[in-house]
C-alpha cells in the first residue's frame, strides 16, 4: 500500500537523521505489527525503544502506538502550519482540475 511507502520513506530520512537503523512497525494494516517491530528490538538487546508516530490525531491509532511497549512514543504530528499548508495546496490542486464545484464540510 502507498501508506506503508510512504512510512518507510519517513523512516530512511529519520534513520539519516538519526545516524542509526530506524525500525518500521505499523499499528492499522501492513507489517509487522508496531508491537511485534519493538518486542523484536528489545530481543535483540534494543536498551531504550521510541516510537516516531507518523500519525495526524490523537485516537485509536495513537493510542495504540502508546500501548506498543517503547520507552516513548511521539504526540502526533498535528495542525502543524506545514501540515495545513500542504493540505490546502493539494485541495487547490484537486479543484483547479474539475470545473465542478467542490463541497467543503
Known amino acids: 500500500p502507498a501508506g506503508a511507502t510512504d512510512v518507510r520513506a519517513a523512516a530512511q530520512l529519520l534513520a539519516r537523521r538519526l545516524r542509526r537503523p530506524v525500525t518500521c512497525g505499523f499499528v492499522a494494516a501492513g507489517g509487522p505489527a508496531l508491537d511485534d517491530a519493538v518486542a523484536r528490538l528489545r530481543r535483540r538487546g534494543a536498551g531504550r525503544v521510541v516510537v516516531a508516530a507518523y ?37 487547490d490542486e484537486a479543484r483547479s482540475r474539475t470545473s465542478e464545484p467542490v463541497s467543503v464540510r
Open 55 to 91: 500519525l495526524l490525531a490523537p485516537g485509536r491509532f495513537m493510542d495504540r502506538a502508546r500501548g506498543c511497549g517503547a520507552d516513548a512514543v511521539t504526540a502526533p504530528i498535528g495542525a502543524h502550519e506545514a501540515a495545513a499548508r500542504l493540505v490546502l495546496r493539494r485541495y
